[in-house]
């Protein structure tokens, strides 16, 4: 059994900054992709970034340039640097991990509001 926990949701003021974690842990030691999605009300849920164990990374066009995926060495955490926020990036974010089956985690909220 995998559990994915995220941390670091809030509330924030536009132009402000966030940072979300996220752990895995569980039977699998490490993950060979992990990431970041989310999903506004009323929206599909949508790439935020993924990053690869060889350190590749893709972004959602809308997040180019403001948010920073990393993850640690031994494959088990990911972090997302959120800067510049707009209230458009108001969502539940999912932690997303794949080693064989593709892994959720239940989401942390982001609210962008003054």
């Known amino acids: 059994q995998v559990q994915l926990l995220e941390s670091g949701g809030g509330l924030v003021e536009p132009g402000g900054s966030l940072r979300l974690s996220c752990t895995a842990s569980?039977?699998?030691?490490?993950?060979?992709?992990m990431g970041w999605y989310r999903q506004a009300p009323g929206n599909e849920r949508e790439l935020v970034a993924v990053i690869s164990g060889g350190g590749t990374t893709t972004y959602g066009d809308s997040v180019k340039g403001r948010f920073t995926i990393s993850r640690d060495k031994a494959y088990r955490k990911v972090f997302l640097e959120m800067n510049s926020l707009k209230p458009e990036d108001t969502a539940v974010y999912y932690c997303?991990?794949?080693?064989?089956?593709?892994?959720w985690g239940k989401g942390t909220l982001v609210t962008v509001s003054s």
């Open positions: 569980g039977r699998i030691v490490s993950f060979s992709t």
């Open positions: 997303y991990a794949r080693e064989g089956g593709r892994y």
